[in-house]
């Protein structure tokens, strides 16, 4: 199921200014208008030295701006009419010299202009900046971020990386795709504000020896999903993963581990230092008692090796029985191939926690999309088929609710 574009009518003004890094804008407004936007561009007269309005106009659909005196805006008030129906203006790249007519409330040039016109409780500003390790590094630079900060604009990144002019560190504009995400976490509803999250996610993988090992078919991607759910959200969030090749969601702290049994040494620690704790991982249950140092090779006598298998922690519940100042609010899933309704009931008294998720395993291992059923002392509340970031988002919207709402 392929889910609604996530800035669907959002109306974003677009404004780049003169660096290098305009060549990543056309790419940005791509990713901006493919995920539903309506972007209106604006470029201030350096920008155009580096990228041409007519690759931004025809990537937007709409005529580019680059000066206030634009005879095309009937009232020739450029400034006023971009910004009273925009949701945000995201400038990127936001050159130091920008930031610095920003933080002053210059208006010298339409985009800053426009930045300074724009109504401050409705339109949003974004800043990406893009510059030379060295200029990003001068306390003129970090003066003017803390300023335009403390004006109320998003400052974005920047990312450390190589240069446009060879030289390595912090200053590079963050990629289309991270700005693109960025953005869509703007606009969620900061339900976990001041919160903080520990996740597991993931399967894990318990060795017979070096090279085989017991494992199941998670993905990962339920917990991965929550994960960068729970950060839009403004949450602090620690994502304890087993074996998945999947990125890290933006602004999210990632502890990979292996076997069961480091997920359990990962995780205990953290608990206390977390408001909620949420087990999505399916952690194996059991592990070979003891793993063989070297390959297991058959022996000619057509028997298969005997080994035994001895129980894992659970992490769950070991977290769910803290004492009452070092528990965080606990949430465990249930992947089951049936009974689903049975399994998960019977999983909330047996691990003692407030909420359990319940999902069809085999419906749901690698895809996109899944279906869930929120069970609680009180009953049970089905979500519907979705894309796993929809449910996650929703999920979070629960969790943040019954959270603040917990018996002290
Ligand atoms: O029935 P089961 O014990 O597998 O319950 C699943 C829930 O418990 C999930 O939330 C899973 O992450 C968690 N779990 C755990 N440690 C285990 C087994 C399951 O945290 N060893």
Redesign the pocket.
């Known amino acids: 199921m392929s889910s609604q574009p996530e800035l669907l009518n959002r109306r974003i003004v677009l404004g780049l200014s003169g660096g290098v890094a305009c060549y990543k804008a056309a790419d940005l407004l791509r990713e901006l208008v493919r995920a539903g936007a309506r972007v209106q561009v604006v470029m201030t007269e350096a920008a155009t030295q580096f990228i041409t309005p007519v690759t931004m106009q025809a990537l937007s659909g709409e005529p580019v701006v680059v000066s206030q005196w634009d005879a095309r805006e009937p009232n020739n008030m450029a400034h006023i009419n971009l910004t009273r129906a925009a949701d945000a203006i995201l400038v990127a790249p936001a050159s130091a010299d920008f930031i610095a007519q920003i933080a002053q409330g210059r208006a010298d040039e339409l985009l800053a202009l426009l930045c300074l016109a724009r109504p401050l409780s409705r339109c949003a500003l974004l800043l990406a900046p893009a510059m030379n390790r060295e200029m990003w590094a001068h306390p003129a630079t970090q003066r003017n971020v803390a300023q335009v900060q403390r004006d109320g604009a998003f400052v974005l990144g920047p990312a450390a990386g190589d240069q446009a002019c060879g030289e390595i560190g912090d200053g590079r504009m963050l990629e289309a795709i991270e700005l693109r995400d960025e953005l869509v976490a703007f606009f969620q509803p900061k339900l976990l504000a001041g919160r903080s999250i520990l996740i597991?996610a993931g399967p894990t993988f318990e060795a017979i020896d070096p090279v085989r090992g017991i494992t199941n078919h998670s993905s990962g991607k339920m917990g991965f999903a929550l994960a960068r759910a729970a950060a839009e959200a403004g949450a602090r969030v620690t994502l304890v993963a087993g074996p998945v090749h999947l990125p890290t969601p933006r602004h999210v702290r990632r502890i990979d581990v292996t076997s069961?049994r480091q997920m359990h040494d990962a995780v205990l620690p953290q608990a206390p230092r977390h408001d909620i704790f949420v087990?999505?991982?399916?952690?194996a249950?059991w592990r070979p008692a003891s793993a063989g140092e070297e390959k297991l090779k058959k022996d000619g006598s057509g028997r298969p090796p005997a080994f035994e298998l001895v129980e894992?922690?659970?992490?769950?519940?070991t977290v769910a029985r803290l004492p009452p100042e070092q528990r965080p609010w606990c949430v465990?899933?249930?992947a089951e191939s049936h009974d689903l309704l049975r399994h998960a009931r019977e999983?909330l008294q047996r691990?003692g926690i407030p909420l359990i998720v319940g999902n069809l395993g085999p419906a749901t291992f690698g895809r996109d999309d899944n279906q869930l059923v929120l069970v609680d002392a009180h009953g049970e509340v089905e979500l519907p088929v979705a894309s796993k970031l929809t449910l996650a988002r929703e999920l979070v919207r629960v969790m943040a609710e019954r959270y603040e709402a917990r018996a002290a």
Not at 312 to 317: G, Q, R, S, T
């Open positions: 597991t069961a087990a999505t991982a399916a952690v249950d894992n922690p659970d992490i769950l519940a465990g899933f249930a999983k691990k």
